[in-house]
Nanobody
Framework: QVQLVESGGGLVQPGGSLRLNCAASGRIFSIDHMGWYRQPPGKQRELVATITTSGRANYTDSVKDRFTISRDNAKNTVALQMNSLRPEDTAVYYC???????????????WGQGTQVTVSS
């Protein structure tokens, strides 16, 4: 099995910063894309940022120039540095990874359990 474990959420004031971390473990042959999604209260889950194995990043427009995604391929980890946080960034943030469990398997999506980020004064 494959597990994704997130950490780093919490309560922060507007304009503050938080860093989310996610570690993938278990039966992993290779990982393709990794990313972060979020689900604001009462809304659907949405893309925040993704990153390829070569480090090419993609961001949703609302977080460009404020958030930075990074990954460590050797450690199977992905991080999200969030700066200049706004109340509308409040959401449960989920880590995502496309994992291949062996050379005989295809890639499939795995998700973390989610971590709450609350931006409020």
């Amino acid at each position: 099995q494959v597990q994704l474990v997130e950490s780093g959420g919490g309560l922060v004031q507007p304009g503050g910063s938080l860093r989310l971390n996610c570690a993938a473990s278990g039966r992993i042959f290779s990982i393709d894309h990794m990313g972060w999604y979020r689900q604001p209260p009462g809304k659907q889950r949405e893309l925040v940022a993704t990153i390829t194995t070569s480090g090419r990043a993609n961001y949703t427009d609302s977080v460009k120039d404020r958030f930075t995604i990074s990954r460590d391929n050797a450690k199977n980890t992905v991080a999200l540095q969030m700066n200049s946080l706004r109340p509308e960034d409040t959401a449960v943030y989920y880590c995502n990874a496309e994992v291949r469990r062996s050379r005989f398997n295809t890639y499939r999506d795995y998700w973390g359990q989610g971590t709450q980020v609350t931006v409020s004064s």
